[in-house]
């Protein structure tokens, strides 16, 4: 009960990540044709135009990545209290979470680009606390 008092925290970004980034990455797994759509039409006038499928697969892992690694490393965190997988899943996050706003600057989306801050804050501030832990 320590650890999870102690690390209250960086527990609960972790359950924001993991949340966050599964249902993310399992929607675009099963609705991947509704994805691919929307993204070739999203990205229709902009130089990723021709790489959407390649950029939809890599967006897809890093996702379902980020999050696995986060719910390994809230179960370490837990069982041993180490932060190893959790500061690599963390950071994975945060890459994800980079080339999400660099897709949405490119295709000049500046809303979609907002939104993407929004996950970006927490995500940044999990990783400073690892950092500090």
């Keep these: 009960m320590d650890t999870v008092i102690q690390n209250?925290?960086?527990?609960?970004?972790?359950?924001?990540?993991?949340?966050t980034f599964l249902q993310s990455g399992i929607d675009k797994v099963v609705d991947w044709k509704g994805n691919l759509a929307w993204l070739?039409?999203?990205f229709s006038k902009s130089p990723l135009r021709?790489?959407?499928?390649?950029?939809?697969?890599?967006?897809?892992?890093m996702e379902l990545i980020a999050g696995s690694i986060c719910s390994i490393g809230f179960m370490q965190i837990l069982y041993s209290g180490k932060?190893?997988?959790?500061?690599?899943?963390a950071i994975i996050a945060c890459l994800s979470l980079l080339m999400?706003?660099?897709g949405q600057r490119i295709a000049k989306d500046y809303e979609g680009a907002k939104t993407i801050v929004i996950?970006?804050?927490?995500?940044?501030?999990?990783?400073v606390l690892l950092q500090a832990s």
Excluded: D, R, S
């Design 8 to 19: 209250a925290a960086v527990l609960l970004l972790l359950l924001f990540v993991v949340i």
């Design 40 to 42: 070739k039409g999203h």
């Design 50 to 61: 021709n790489v959407v499928p390649l950029l939809l697969f890599v967006i897809t892992c």
């Design 83 to 89: 932060f190893v997988y959790a500061e690599a899943g």
């Design 100 to 102: 999400l706003l660099f």
């Design 119 to 127: 996950y970006f804050i927490p995500a940044i501030i999990l990783v």
